[in-house]
């Protein structure tokens, strides 16, 4: 690759000279754009076409709204209306999560950043340790604790593990330790403010920010878990749509030929209800972009 | 609230020194009352279920101490060794191409001088992380579906003419390699971008009117500085990506067990828990693998450097 000389002394970036090195960039960068692209722009299309378009037709050609409204119908017509059932289901486990993370996890991150207890340095470390492991690798260990209190099938089952946030816990704890001067809450403090008043009055109206950041990351991941509910949850009663997607994929003869029968779902039906089970998610994805950025570059502070 | 703060009051124990003051500080039996809800999770959620699993992987299902039965008994199960290849050769082939391709991708868009254009291919990159779990899983289940697909034609180009032939076991690792990337890939390139720009423009000018190029700065200045990042990205992938369960499970359902229901760690560990009723069998490989996260995890926090522990 040609690196041409210094060009612009203006520029603060390390920007790309010479042709062939642009045109590398540039040829890497749209096949990457295509890649992350193409799938959902295709899965767009495809829940508005009919079996046969989806296979015969161009592949990125548009389907018809008829035919659109022919994969919800099948779709929400499914075992009875099951998906609107998961998709409920869903909507009440990440919301409930949702609360008790934030009752949960905004106290804890303020009296760790703002105030001192035994144990403090402890509890910091262990939340970090928790939020950097794989949610996954706990659980099946939480599924054996809790089959033995029998709670399984219970939505407790699901909403109590995901509302142990410790990563919404640091958000907090780094938001409270480094944008809220101390000498305020000091001030609250003269002027014969309780601890639970400092908190309330001073430090929880500052805090709007962060309050949304960790309701946007809980609802998000709590939306989007598969393994816990697929394990805690055993009738599909009490499915979430992400665990209901693998009962219709069961239903679908096109990658499972023994489902034939009257309860079948097509390709395109299929993909519709794959957008529709990352709908919620893709809408906070593409509006709270910054937002959600902001918060995945505050995890670590130190440079 | 009283109860919670003498029990606070009572863990005080008088003989041990203060810890030291910061002025502002308050040390407060209130801050037992804010953290008492987390504390009460974590203790529930995070500690009881991993010292339940020790207990179960030690002792036999009838309660007695088992030594190291149940470790070498899962072990010894012909799914084992196959189990861990799979997941190995994933994790070669995913961490290769992050490590590789994110930095690659992040250095490439922090050139970009217009705005809107870096903004915009950013949002491209990251959008497939709203698909997690099961919905990215059934979206590359279409699209390595060669009759569906809309990379049809280069699926068969590749000799690929039907889905059994795509999904053939040596195929899997770059398969679950490609799906983790297409679904992950865009947030590490947020977070690298992020970190390309705290690198002090005055260091980039300098080593620009030193006559350095840009590949010699993103060499000397920019790969050093990302070394930290590059590292937090591969260890938490490396922690996420012995967990494998999702993929591997859908795809066993949709090609009728084509691909074995026991392909990944986890999902043997499933099987141990759901098919054979043996949760002791569960609990050791649950363990063996929590082992490995919390190990990573832990160095990462304490030698990591990356993370305010003050």
């Not at chain 2, 990379?151 to 983790?180: D, K």
């Amino acid at each position: 690759m040609t690196t041409g000389q210094v060009r612009v002394a203006g520029s603060r970036r390390a920007a790309v000279s010479g042709w062939s090195g642009r045109a590398i960039a540039g040829v890497a960068t749209t096949v990457f754009v295509l890649f992350f692209l193409i799938p959902i722009l295709w899965l767009l299309l495809a829940s508005t076409k009919n079996a046969r378009e989806l296979i015969v037709g161009h592949p990125f050609a548009p389907g018809s709204a008829g035919a659109f409204a022919d994969n919800w119908d099948q779709l929400f017509g499914f075992g009875d209306g099951e998906v609107t059932t998961w998709i409920g289901n869903s909507a009440l486990y990440a919301t409930g999560a949702l609360v008790i993370t934030l009752i949960a996890s905004i106290p804890a991150g303020y009296a760790m950043a703002l105030t001192r207890f035994r144990f403090r340095r402890l509890l910091l470390i262990l939340t970090l340790v928790v939020m950097l492991i794989p949610n996954t690798a706990l659980v099946l260990p939480i599924f054996l604790e809790l089959n033995t209190i029998g709670l399984i099938g219970s939505p407790l089952s699901v909403i109590l593990p995901m509302s142990f946030f410790p990563f919404g816990v640091y958000l907090t704890y780094i938001y409270f330790s480094t944008s809220i001067p101390r000498d305020l809450l000091a001030a609250a403090r003269v002027d014969g403010c309780g601890e639970f008043q400092v908190f309330a009055k001073v430090a929880l109206p500052l805090a709007a920010p962060i309050v949304a950041l960790v309701a946007f990351f809980s609802f998000v991941q709590s939306w989007n878990n598969f393994f816990l509910p697929f394990v805690m949850l055993p009738s599909s009663d009490g499915y979430p749509i992400q665990v209901g997607l693998t009962s219709l994929l069961a239903s679908t003869p096109a990658f499972n030929p023994s489902s034939a029968g009257t309860q079948s779902i097509q390709l395109p039906t299929l993909a519709l209800a794959t957008v529709i089970s990352v709908l919620p998610v893709l809408i906070v994805f593409l509006f709270a972009q910054r937002f959600l950025i902001a918060g995945m570059t505050a995890g670590g502070t130190k440079e | 609230m009283t109860t919670v703060d003498e029990d606070a009051r009572r863990t005080v124990t008088p003989h041990r020194p203060p810890a030291v003051r910061r002025p502002g500080d308050v040390r407060s039996a209130t801050s037992y009352a804010f953290i008492a809800l987390y504390v009460l999770l974590t203790v529930a959620f995070g500690i009881l279920p991993m010292l339940y699993a020790v207990y179960l992987a030690f002792t036999t299902g009838e309660g007695g101490f088992a030594g190291l039965a149940n470790f070498t008994r899962v072990a010894g199960d012909f799914r084992f060794l196959p189990a861990v290849g799979h997941v190995a050769f994933y994790l070669l082939l995913w961490l290769v191409s992050l490590v590789l391709l994110v930095t690659l991708l992040a250095l490439i868009v922090h050139t970009i001088r217009w705005r809107w254009l870096s903004g915009t291919l950013r949002l491209i990159f990251y959008l497939p992380g709203a698909l997690a779990g099961a919905s990215s899983v059934l979206l590359w289940l279409f699209v390595l579906d060669p009759t569906a697909s809309p990379v049809g034609g280069l699926l068969r180009s590749l000799g690929l003419a039907s889905f059994v032939q795509v999904i053939m076991p040596a195929h899997l690792p770059p398969i679950f390699a490609i799906i983790a990337f297409w679904a992950g890939a865009g947030g590490w390139i947020v977070i690298m971008y992020g970190a390309l720009n705290n690198i002090s423009p005055d260091v980039i000018e300098a080593a620009r009117i030193d006559g350095a190029g840009t590949l010699q700065i993103a060499w000397r200045i920019q790969l050093p500085l990302l070394r930290k990042w590059i590292s937090y990205m591969g260890i938490m992938s490396l922690a996420a990506g012995t967990q494998l369960f999702v993929e591997p499970q859908l795809l066993s359902q949709a090609s009728n067990a084509v691909v074995p229901n026991d392909y990944s760690l986890n999902q043997l560990a499933y099987q141990y828990a759901f098919q054979q009723n043996d949760f002791n069998g569960a609990a050791a490989i649950s363990l063996l693998l929590l082992v490995v996260a919390l190990a990573l995890s832990a160095f990462f926090v304490l030698r990591g450097g990356l993370f305010e522990t003050d």
